[in-house]
């Protein structure tokens, strides 16, 4: 068995994940998809008489969905000055001052009550790396805000990876950042947008899962994946993506706002049938703590 190293531990305060501009969160509340999706899992899992607590509220508008839910009270935690501001005039705004309470601070400090019903937490980018949606949920049950009855949305996610070919070529220059293949771009050149010019070389496969309801969450991921790759392929960067789990019923992957795809330099080899790798990375911890060692690639599924 071989012993890996872990993945490089983050050197970043969290609140370099935190989204701290008016911008993003307008960007969330433009997405339609993104928002009646969560929209469509608060009225299922919200109930009547039912104490909320919106993490990362932003616009408000999903403590606005709860409170039309049903709940008797939201506490909408809001990190950035300027748009707690705003959020509380938009309380007064849409006459939800008895329902709705702005909180303006950081959530793993801020004041809370014990044992909410429901944790509405939208902190999430692709694979939970570059936002704080796990370490903001661990410490939401050490603290005993969130308890063993709590419900969550979303309540789950799913981290999945392929295998992709691709120059990397930009204006005549290999450029080897990481790519953020939102959906927009696939509106093309007629929008302004360079081509992507990723092929997928394998199957896709389910790196890892964290179920939010869990006592306990993990920091760290470390699990061998294994890709079936096309025959004389040359894969040269991995392609991640994401599935936020809502409730039982409703699930939304990659969206203008959520869940863009994500395309990572590897270096590169040749595939004849099968690709076994090392995945290991910090959740919460960054883009940069994402890794992929090569462990060994066999002829056949029986090799």
């Known amino acids: 068995m071989t012993d890996y190293p ?23 509340l433009k997405d339609q998809r993104r ?25 408000g508008i999903l403590s606005f969905f709860a409170a039309a839910a049903g709940a008797s009270k939201v506490i909408a935690v809001e990190f950035d000055p ?30 809370l009550p014990s044992d909410v019903d429901v944790v509405i937490a939208e902190l999430i980018d692709t694979g939970l790396l570059d936002e704080m949606q796990v370490p903001v949920l661990a410490s939401l049950k050490e603290r005993g805000v969130a308890g063993k009855h709590t419900r969550f949305i979303p309540q789950g996610y799913e981290t999945y990876l392929e295998l992709v070919e691709t120059t990397n070529e930009y204006y005549g220059f ?8 939102w959906p927009f771009y696939a509106q093309g050149a007629t929008a302004g947008w360079l081509e992507s010019d990723e092929k997928l070389v394998s199957d896709r496969v389910l790196a890892f899962s964290v179920d939010f309801c869990e006592d306990e969450l993990p920091a760290h991921v ?13 894969p040269n960067a991995v392609r991640l993506s ?38 290991l990375c910090e959740l919460g911890g960054g883009l940069g703590s994402f890794r992929m060692i090569r462990e060994q690639e066999a002829s056949s599924p029986s090799a």
């Open 222 to 234: 470390s699990r061998s994946v294994t890709f079936d790759c096309a025959p004389g392929s040359h």
């Open 174 to 181: 290999k450029i080897l950042a990481p790519k953020h293949e």
């Open 6 to 28: 872990p993945p490089p531990e983050s050197t970043h305060h969290h609140s370099r994940f935190l989204w701290s501009g008016s911008d993003q969160p307008y960007f969330c």
């Open 82 to 111: 300027m748009l707690a501001s705003a959020l509380r005039e938009s309380v007064q705004a849409n006459g939800l001052g008895d329902v709705v309470e702005v909180v303006e601070g950081d959530v793993l400090s801020a004041e």
């Open 242 to 279: 994401g599935v936020a789990l809502l409730s039982d019923t409703l699930s939304i992957g990659a969206c203008n706002s959520l869940n863009g795809d994500k395309v990572l330099p590897l270096a590169p080899f040749q595939s004849e049938s099968m690709a076994c790798f090392r995945v």
């Open 35 to 59: 928002t009646l999706a969560f929209r469509d899992a608060i009225m299922e899992q919200v109930r009547p008489g039912d104490l909320v607590l919106d993490v990362g509220a932003g616009t």
